[in-house]
């Protein structure tokens, strides 16, 4: 039987997939942002004149103080949001003309690790792990053994059976990122997705997140984390600030073509 990893187990050690060293990616846009504003209510904006681009394959950290807008930004990718001005394209559509009917859609190729976790409290870690196979439609033969691998992968293979509220803070967070990356999604969208575990557990969860990224999954993690950073060559750093992003280099807006120049 083949797992989602088929060919590219994630692996202890694997070093950072950079994108411009596949020879499988072009430089597609997978979420563009254009003039976004975003405001709750009527308060005031929380985000504000985002434009920038995240291209097939790219790994990127989402930095800033809390209250920023980190969250606020990752929602508006991963459609629990829709924005106030501007507009959001997504996979190359538009994600204002989309209708309400094709939302799912693209939300099944986003896989999130959300900052609460939002793990399901009646189901067990394995059932968790296992809800986006089975919402694709796999058989209960093609569930078990990707389930089971992605939790000895997080370390918690003793503990499949068990329902969240018996889990510690660390052990939930890894459920809920098995969970997103169980799929092997197109956009993985992750808040602080190692904000509840040690240093040793946070660098095996990040070679979790460059094996995925070299199978070609574009990968956004907001992060405080600068050790996690800096361990991460090649990967590009967006940085929020009272909403707005700062991208002093154009980087984002004008990502490089392979073997050419920022323009
Ligand atoms: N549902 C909401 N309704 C009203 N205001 C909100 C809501 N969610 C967030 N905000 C406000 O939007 C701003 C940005 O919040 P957001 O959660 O995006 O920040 P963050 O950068 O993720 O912070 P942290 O690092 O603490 O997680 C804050 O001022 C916050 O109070
Ligand atoms: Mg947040």
Redesign the pocket.
Known sequence: MRGPWQGGEPKAGSCFGHANEREDVGLASVAEFDSVGLR??T?AE?LSDLDFRLTQGGFYFLT??????????L?LLYLAQRPTRGRVRLFGEEMSEATRDALPHFRRRIGVVF?DFRLIRHLSAFDNVALPLRIRGASEAEVDGPVREMLAWVGLADRASARPATLSGGEQQRVAIARAVINRPDLLVA??PTGNVDAELANRLMHLFTALNRLGTTVII?T?DIGLISATPGAQLVR?EN?TMVDPTGLLRNPPRPGGSAQ
Request: proline content about 0%; cysteine-free; aromatic content about 4%.
């Open positions: 709750y209510g308060g929380v800033g103080a809390s209250g920023a807008g980190k969250t606020s930004l929602k900052q808040d602080e907001a405080h929020l909403g």
